[in-house]
């Protein structure tokens, strides 16, 4: 009896794998092992970094409160106390926003943050 090898099987993995690989440099995208070193790689990175944007993000967000705060007068940390004295819960995406797109709106939290210190 005849060995099966199971080509069609073996050889769809292959193509999935060489197809995640395009893009890559060299023997990257067209070797299989060095193909799917890569890929395997590289699904461990998206995976950590869909976490990491988030923190990123965050950090991004906190640069562009202080320094709106600053030509207000306040330091992120005392503008971020004043609104919370103040009653105001408005996170710091929507904070950033307002800081970069609306700024008669910030400078009057500003103020708001100013007052309740």
Do not use: C
């Amino acid at each position: 009896m005849p060995r099966a090898t199971n080509n069609v099987a073996s050889r769809e993995r292959r193509k999935k794998v060489l197809k995640a690989a395009r893009g890559q440099f060299g023997g990257r995208h067209r070797l299989f092992r060095s193909a799917q070193e890569s890929v395997n790689k590289g699904m461990a990175y998206s995976y950590r970094d869909r976490r990491v944007k988030k923190r990123t993000f965050r950090g991004l967000w906190i640069v562009r409160i202080n320094a709106a705060a600053r030509l207000h007068g306040l330091s992120y940390s005392r503008m971020m106390d004043g609104l919370r004295k103040a009653g105001i819960t408005l996170d710091r995406k929507v904070l950033a926003d307002l800081a970069v797109s609306d700024e008669g709106a910030f400078s009057t939290l500003a103020e708001r943050a100013k007052q309740s210190l």
